[in-house]
């Protein structure tokens, strides 16, 4: 009896201390669906006093947004063009599995924030928001669809 328990007890052992093979890591799919080229309008915004007044600046532009798969797990690459000659880019943005980014950084005078969220596979959402001193900020906006 006391070598059926030894052995049954050695059989155990083996099975659960056997290296389990872990399955390759798989991109992730959901960002997989938004890579591709987005156009649309950006509108951008700048306020800041001036003398007893407060001044509010827009600027519209047409954009043409190349989304890219990132350097890092879960995350996109956003090239940026304004009306043709104007370009940057925003790297290694993290999404979640609910289709949107955000994020917020600094704090009093220097605070920023980041809202990205896609809608239908086709649709960007993008908000950007920026003190730049206590009374000053500045951001850009706008909703562009997949071509």
Partial sequence: MNGNR??????????????????PTEPVSYLARWYGTYHGTSHKWTSYPQG?????????KDVVVDVQKGGTDSTLNFAFTYDDTIFSSR??????SNYS????????????SLDVQFSNDTVLT???????????SSGEDFVIYKK
């Fill in 52 to 60: 007893s007044t407060y001044v509010t600046n827009h600027w519209y």
């Fill in 91 to 96: 790297n290694d943005i993290k999404f979640s």
């Fill in 6 to 23: 030894f052995l049954l007890l050695l059989l155990v052992l083996l099975i659960f201390s056997c290296k389990k093979e872990t399955p």
């Fill in 126 to 136: 993008y908000n950007l928001f920026q003190k730049c001193g206590i009374p000053c």
């Fill in 101 to 112: 980014h955000n994020s917020q950084w600094g704090g009093g005078s220097s605070y920023g």
